[in-house]
């Protein structure tokens, strides 16, 4: 029952994700070529409101939903990872066309060969897990 | 219903997905969806060849359920939700993409001349989509977070590390797109 939340958040976040277009191939690559505003305007209005809302929770001490200070946590400093392995991403993201979220959502809608991209990301979080520690971070 | 149907403008998506990442924040989670795949990677015991993935991946089944719920909902929007418009896309996109071999750019989510089974009988059109997917499961866990865990989260929380992840996405995006596309294909 505890799980059932984050079921509806997830379906939610399918139906969100399908209807805003933002799961199509073609919309991350419209993007890349800078001749849409569309995709700017879901992650930019996403953003805004994300930190007026993160803002205001943590003006107001908001808890969650078992009476928690909600705190994030923040994310370590580094550059070369967050730059070697942005950009990697970027290369696999405008490629396939859909980054981790929108892959399960695109094998949903039924785009099946999806299985094979989402077996290489499994694949290549392996990879990066064996060789963590020969790469800068 | 027309509206539901219909796609949805940005100024509706947007605030939509920042409804999603502060209600798991709300749960006492984070938005992060490239986690699932190292949890993906324990189960199925990469624990074995690196302490990376020797964790508690039963603490992280919320986040499992998050995606499956996803992908559900991926399901209902198609096949319920949706008028199966032809996408609006800018017609200097539909015409660089001619020139780039793809027709009908916007008829369906994905380009058949990548995802059509057809294409996974080529070494070409398997290598595109193993080593796409290898590219982004190897450069999220590298960098930390993917769109979610970077873009929307991180940003949100003003992460100076989530803003360098997000400009080497957009440097690897554009470098594939840009330079990249015409060697691949055409």
């Known amino acids: 029952m505890k799980f059932l939340k984050y079921f509806f958040t997830g379906i939610f976040f399918g139906i969100v994700l399908v209807k805003s277009e933002a799961v199509s191939w073609y919309r991350i690559f419209e993007m890349f070529k800078f001749q849409s505003f569309h995709m700017y305007g879901i992650i930019g209005s996403a953003v805004f409101l994300g930190i007026l809302g993160l803002l205001i929770v943590k003006k107001n001490e908001v808890k969650d939903i078992n009476g928690y200070k909600i705190q994030l946590p923040p994310k370590d400093m580094g550059f070369a990872r967050y730059l070697i392995g942005g950009s990697l991403f970027g290369l696999g993201w405008a490629l396939a066309g859909a980054c981790p979220g929108p892959m399960f959502v695109l094998l949903g809608t039924g785009v099946l060969s999806m299985l094979l991209v989402i077996l290489g990301a499994v694949l290549g979080t392996f990879l990066y897990g064996l060789l963590r520690g020969k790469l800068p971070h | ?186």
């Open chain 2, 1 to 186: 219903m027309e509206y539901i149907l219909q796609p949805w403008p940005w100024y509706i998506s947007g605030p939509l997905i920042a409804l999603v990442m502060l209600l798991l924040v709300y749960f006492g989670k984070t938005f992060g969806m490239s986690s699932n795949l190292r949890t993906l990677c324990s189960i199925a015991g990469g624990g074995k060849y690196s302490e990376f993935f020797r964790f508690d991946w039963k603490a992280q089944r919320w986040n499992l359920v998050v995606v499956i719920g996803a992908l559900i909902g991926g399901y209902l929007a198609s096949n319920f939700l949706s008028d199966h418009s032809v996408i609006d896309l800018n017609p200097a996109t539909v015409a660089d993409l001619k020139a780039l071999g793809f027709e009908d750019a916007g008829a369906a989510l994905v380009p058949a001349e990548i995802y059509d089974w057809g294409e996974l009988l080529t070494v070409k059109g398997l290598l595109i989509l193993i080593g796409a997917g290898i590219l982004v499961g190897f450069g999220t866990r590298y960098a930390g977070g993917c769109t979610s865990g970077h873009a929307i989260t991180g940003l949100s929380n003003l992460q100076l590390p989530s803003l360098i992840a997000v400009i080497g996405f957009f440097i690897g995006g554009l470098l594939m797109v840009h330079v990249l596309y015409p060697l691949i294909f055409s």
